[in-house]
């Protein structure tokens, strides 16, 4: 049969030929192209039997009639665009073939070819789009599962069908781009698998890889800009990345990399590796194994081969004087492609536009995967070293009492040039999935980390209006390693009018921290200005018997047990979908005593707290292309953990629950999405007190907030992201009432960001398209009596991007980026009780060649 719908990329309609059946009927592929979709499984009672051929009968003529016959007469599915193939004649065919070698036949001088995207579902492709990177092959929110969700045979089409995903999908390729290519069609929901945008009961987004790319996104921090409900609150030359999320810290320590927690470079993610940046806000304790941090997630899809082999170069400049070069390889293997490998390996190193400043950055990346009849499976090994010259210091503070002082040139640095930050990271992840039956899906996953990381850094301390600051040297080396694991179970059946997908997890994440255990070197404290700082000269710091990270004893160790369940109730053919479950969690927590001497090692504080925490979650989608959502979630987690500067470092705090309330709604336009959520988060506040430096946990913030966001292509050719986020956070319950009602610190009451790409008329510069990004941040306040305040800043980035074909027929794409254009001085962040200053103007350009 025939199914049409509409709402996809540039308006255009997608038309849809299903036949519930497998593809292993399908003959080797025709017309240049290798099928890619695994093995069959069961065929409905219509489909031809596996390997037969099938009798068709299509005369010459225009191609979209062809098609629809061909779907009908060969009983497969095919999935396409149908502005691609409305101006189309074809040949024709006539006989007995395999399907695959038909379809070959019948798209024989149309210049189209044909990929598998699952198991049960082929699209048409125009190789020229797909080489220049353009969002032909993008469809609507609604289409995730038909598209690229891995359907089963005989479970249906259209709306029926992308309310409830099928048990499979977490490993291989993500959902598909939306309209623009830019954001997925869906992301990654936890425990609950892969799910479209619409029938998803939070806030999510996912970035692409296109995106990243063209961005020029040199880490995890690049990326989140496109949102507004995410700001960054480390310095963008220090060694680390660090987030706030609808005003809540979220440090990249709490960032899941394949949907498992605590193996992540702890510091800062690198993109090269890097296929989706999936954004879910507010807590995840039932989604995630209660690790995370109550704001929002920050999980990341790793790069899987494409069907087609990829040979990709880049170059690029960063100023003042970075050279960054980046390969991008892929391959799949075997009868069906069935394997598959992809490997990043990048480096650069030169100075940066802040004084003193150098980084040099490595790189590797290998993705493995098989994607097999039954079985999917997938490993990914990572490794970083990241080496900084006069790394800027995340802990900068300000004295009580006075003014904060207007942000220095972003061009000082305070650091001096015998300062520095030497890390290296290695990871290691696997999962695996296997249907035991058609609509039930067992997986395990599990990975492991080291973290290294040896410095001698400075941070400030102002004292005055005027600039004058307090430096401070510190050294603290340290190893960070992480172990987890997960098993589950994901099944869909029906009970009576009722359907119902349900879903099982078990993890379990470890995270240990070795740091300590030397006498403290007698380091230099000294004045300096932020305006005019003062430098140690090379050599005054003898740095020859430093104490080092590989030998540290184990000062904090957190393990996170617990048992989730859910079921998602559908009623209406998926018009209502409700989620009820829960998860059991249980942290446990120790320290160590790691000062020298006869209690070294021995153990200095232990807590362990165990609860069950529900959620409740809905969707109710009047029409298919609009839903309206609500949640309440709840979520224990670990405690948070004092900074290094502060006097407290070596304190443990025991976990916290935190709590949401939201509702919102979706709207998908075909070529544009509308989202809009009213969230109320309350978490226990932890905060480092400028005046005495020591760290706590008292009282208690709620942050009230409304999310408007859009993303999408809404013209041909004009691509954007936006959203703007209006932010109530509060202090309440606070110790005494001292501050109760007052602005919790480092919390910005508007944040507005907008990226826009425009590809100019070929007949004016064919290939070439403008982009821009505006980001706006409102005032903050930096402390709890609400006396200091942080100026409100707005940033304005600009760039061009220009693609042609090159000498062997390849594209090649080059970009070019300004970011902070007219080179503003602002501090970024007030966050924690510091300051983070912004970047300075920075130029990027790059030139891309696939081989």
């Known amino acids: 049969m025939t199914v049409r719908e509409r709402g996809v990329a540039g308006g255009r309609s997608l038309g849809l030929a299903l036949a519930g059946v497998s593809l292993l009927a399908l003959a080797p592929a025709a017309a240049g192209a290798r099928p890619a979709g695994s093995a069959p499984g069961p065929s409905a009672p219509e489909a031809a039997p596996a390997g037969d051929t099938v009798s068709l009968s299509i005369p010459t003529g225009l191609l979209e009639p062809a098609l629809v016959t061909f779907t009908e007469q060969a009983k497969v599915k095919l999935v396409y665009a149908t502005d691609m193939t409305s101006a189309l004649t074809t040949p024709g065919v006539e006989g007995a073939f395999r399907p695959l ?3 070959g036949r019948i798209l024989e001088g149309t210049g189209l070819t044909y990929r598998n995207v699952s198991p049960t579902t082929v699209t048409l492709v125009n190789p020229r789009y797909a080489q220049l990177g353009g969002a032909r092959e993008a469809v609507a929110l609604e289409e995730i599962v038909v598209a690229g969700g891995g359907e089963r045979p005989g479970a249906g089409a259209g709306p029926k069908a992308a309310g409830l995903p099928p048990p499979t999908g977490t490993v291989g390729q993500p959902p598909v781009p939306y309209a623009g290519g830019q954001v997925a ?82 510091r800062r993610v690198f993109t090269e590796g890097t296929e989706r940046v999936e954004i879910l806000k507010g807590p995840s304790a039932l989604l995630n194994g209660g690790t995370g941090r109550v704001g929002g997630t920050i999980n990341l899809i790793p790069k899987r081969a494409y069907d087609a082999p990829l040979t990709r170069l880049t170059t690029t400049y960063l100023s003042d004087s970075q050279v960054w070069t980046h390969a991008d390889l892929g391959r799949r293997f075997g009868p069906s492609g069935e394997w598959g490998v992809r490997t990043n390996l990048s480096y650069r190193a030169g100075n940066t536009p802040l004084d003193k400043n150098a980084i040099e950055v490595g790189v590797a990346t290998l993705g493995l995967d098989y994607r097999g009849e039954r079985l999917r499976a997938s490993l990914d090994l990572v490794h970083n070293t990241q080496n900084i010259t006069a790394p800027t210091s995340l802990f900068n503070a300000v004295a009580p009492g006075i003014p904060i002082p207007r942000a220095p040139n972003p061009r000082l640095n305070t650091a001096s040039s015998l300062e520095y930050i030497d890390s290296r990271y290695n990871m290691a992840a696997g999962r695996v999935e296997y249907d035991v039956l058609p609509d039930t899906t067992v997986y395990a996953a599990g990975g492991v980390s080291r973290y290294n990381e040896d410095f001698l850094t400075s941070s400030y301390r102002v004292t005055s209006v005027t600039g004058q600051a307090t430096n401070t040297l510190a050294i603290q080396p340290q190893e960070i390693t992480g172990l987890t694991g997960e098993v589950g179970l994901r099944t869909k059946f029906q009970t009576g009018m009722l359907g119902h997908f349900l879903t099982v997890s078990a993890v379990e994440a470890n ?124 979520a224990l987690e670990p405690g948070p953990a004092p900074p290094v500067t502060a006097i407290n470092a070596n304190e443990v705090f025991p976990p916290v629950v935190s709590r949401q309330q939201e509702i919102g709604v979706k709207y998908d336009l075909g070529t544009l999405a509308l989202t809009a959520s009213l969230f109320e988060i309350a978490q226990p506040n932890a905060f480092t007190d400028p005046g005495t430096n020591r760290f706590s946990v008292s ?116 970009r070019a980026i300004v970011e902070n254009v007219f080179d503003n001085a602002y501090w970024a962040s007030a966050a924690r009780g510091f300051l983070a200053v912004g970047a300075p103007r920075t130029v990027i350009v790059s030139a891309t060649v696939d081989f």
Do not use: C, M
């Not at 504080?605 to 165990?610: C, F, K, L, Q, T």
């Not at 070439?768 to 940033?795: C, E, F, H, M």
């Not at 304005?796 to 000498?807: E, P, V």
């Open 185 to 266: 069609t869906g992301t990654r929901v936890g425990l609950l698998g892969n799910r479209s945008v619409l029938t998803t009961p939070f806030n999510v987004t996912g970035y692409t890889e296109k995106l990243i790319q063209d961005q020029q996104a040199r880490s995890l921090a690049d990326v989140v800009l496109n949102d507004s409900s995410v700001r960054n609150d480390a310095p963008p030359f220090s060694e680390r990345d660090s987030f706030f999320i609808r005003g809540f810290t979220v440090v990249n320590l709490d960032v899941g990399f394949d949907g498992l927690f605590y193996i992540a470079n702890p």
């Open 511 to 634: 995270n240990r921290n070795h740091r300590g255990g030397f006498l403290a070197p007698t380091l230099p404290v000294f004045q300096t200005n932020i305006y005019d700082p003062v430098h140690l000269a090379r050599g005054s710091v003898n740095t020859l018997f430093l104490p080092r990270s590989n030998d540290r004893p184990l000062f904090t160790e957190l393990s996170a047990r617990s048992v989730g369940i859910a079921d998602t109730l559908s009623l209406g053919e998926d018009r209502f979908l409700l989620t009820l479950g829960g998860r059991f969690q249980e942290i446990d927590q120790q320290s160590y005593n790691t000062r020298p001497g006869p209690t070294l090692g021995a153990l200095a504080s232990n807590y362990r707290s165990g609860r069950f925490s529900p959620a409740i979650a809905a969707v109710f989608r009047p029409t298919d292309a609009l839903s309206f959502y609500g949640n309440y979630i709840e």
């Open 699 to 814: 009282g208690l913030q709620r942050n009230r907030g409304l999310e408007l966001s859009a993303f999408g292509e809404p013209l041909p050719g004009v691509r954007l992201i936006g959203g703007v986020t209006f932010l109530d956070g509060r202090l309440v319950d606070t110790v005494g009432r001292r501050f109760d009602g007052n602005v919790a610190p480092g919390v910005p009451d508007v944040a507005f960001n907008l990226y826009g790409e425009v590809d100019l008329p070929p007949w004016l510069a064919p290939g070439l398209t403008l982009t821009g990004r505006a980001i706006y941040t409102s005032s903050q306040y930096y402390d709890q009596a609400n006396t200091q305040r942080v100026p409100d800043w707005t940033r304005f980035d600009a760039g061009l991007r220009y693609t042609f074909a090159g000498a062997s027929g390849k594209p090649v794409t080059v």
């Open 101 to 103: 070698e038909a379809l």
